[in-house]
């Protein structure tokens, strides 16, 4: 339950004009995420070294309740070591496109660009996405319920330790949920 049904538009702006340029997700510049203009939502919040943001296309109201959630499953964690963050949120549909644009693995709910500090999560993380919720549970064995917190916990492996190994980013997001906290080696 909610206080407020309503979103907070206080926390919620769009980028200014000056940033709509485009950018690749590879390659945006501090401020902008994903490869279209994006809006920036409640970066005024007590764990402000966090930016939230969602991709063009997804709605205001989705974008402040999976923001939410995803704040919520963070402030279990101890991340006093990870500094500046920005996390972006893409819908489903434009999920593959863009990763396969990037080279990465479109069945992978995530990822993570370590030299912009920044993890980006599709929305099937969030909400059921007819069609793509069966590939996400054939390709990780993982209960639908249990996904957000898991992917989230693997991309923190790979933020909080530089890490770029698959496994050791594993290994780290198993240590995340089992201990709230990783000790990197
Ligand atoms: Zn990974």
């Known amino acids: 339950m909610s206080a407020s049904a309503q979103p907070d ?9 000056s940033g709509r340029a485009t950018c690749g997700v590879e390659s945006c510049p501090p401020g902008l995420s994903g490869d279209r203009p994006a809006f920036r939502a409640s970066a005024e919040k007590e764990d402000s070294q966090f930016e939230y943001y969602c991709h063009t296309g997804y709605a205001l109201t989705e974008c402040v309740a999976h923001h939410d959630r995803l704040r919520a499953l963070l402030m279990k964690f101890n991340l006093r070591n990870l500094g500046q963050w ?4 893409v819908r489903s549909e434009d999920w593959g496109p863009i990763l396969r644009r990037v080279g990465r693995d479109a069945d992978s709910p995530a990822f993570t660009v370590l030299e912009n500090r920044a993890t980006f999560l599709e929305e099937a993380l969030f909400v059921a996405v007819p069609g793509r919720d069966h590939t996400l549970l054939e390709k990780w064995r993982i209960p639908p319920s249990e996904l957000l917190e898991y992917a989230v916990a693997h991309e923190l492996g790979h933020a909080v330790c530089s890490e770029r190994d698959e496994r050791q980013a594993s290994a780290y997001g198993r240590e995340l949920i089992d201990s709230s906290a990783i000790q990197c080696r």
Do not use: F, G
């Open 9 to 17: 538009a206080a926390l919620v702006h769009t980028a200014p004009a």
């Open 86 to 89: 920005r996390w972006v949120l």
